[in-house]
């Protein structure tokens, strides 16, 4: 099979943070040798997370079988998944802001019509729901665990208790139309057609202030494999734990 030289537009110190937390698990289970070194691996795991490159592709590039490639990505993504914040750690650092925008976003999976739990009906696709909080610059700071997409985005919010964790910190929150009727610090547009001239208004800034969020559903997406996840949906959540994490050693 031909082969050919690509490229990863990620800094050297994603490598090398990757790097170095592959070399201590690979200490602590007492590995002794294996087909790729530490580097090797991270290269190979981070084709697949940003590029979205294949397992068969992977295995033609670096010359190890296709269940070897799958070992060696699961092992990077589950020791990434464990360095996650939680949402009680990810409130330390987003106390100190502004506010905060509140967005939901579908990651789509590979499923067919009759998996109904996870098609969403607003947007006609099979999908995984992430609930993403962003600074007002439209940073990310943190990404929800994934639920199936025809979980509506409200339900998804108040079930990973961040209406909770926002309401207890007294954080001023900008969202969509989603979350009408949430109350609290969480700030919505007005619904309805026939809108009083000072609610337009009102809708119009709010719109100009929540649509910085969609910066970090971009930065999303920009790892290629969340454009259109093939794996299991019970590893779609420790896939975007460990995108949230390389993302934040990139930074």
Known sequence: MPVYPSSIDLSSRTLRF???????RRREIGTRW???SAARQVLLALAHLRCGDTYAQLAAGFG????TVYRYIREAVEALAALAPSLAEAMTTIRAKAFVILDGT?????????DTPYYSGKHKRHGMNVQ?????FGRLLRASPALPGSTHDLTAARQHGIIEALADAGMKC???????GVGG???????????KRWKRRHNTTHAKIRCLGERAM?????????RKLRCSTNRITDVVKAVLVLHHASA
């Open 18 to 24: 990757l790097t170095g937390q592959l070399a201590i």
């Open 218 to 226: 971009a930065t999303l997406k920009g790892w290629r494999l969340l």
């Open 174 to 180: 900008w969202a969509d139309k989603a979350y009408q």
């Open 106 to 114: 579908l990651l789509p999976i590979d499923r067919i019509a009759a």
């Open 64 to 67: 190890i079988g296709i269940a």
């Open 34 to 36: 294996r087909r790729l």
């Open 185 to 195: 610090s969480v700030r919505v547009p007005f619904r309805g057609r026939r809108l």
């Open 132 to 136: 993403v909080l962003t600074d007002p």
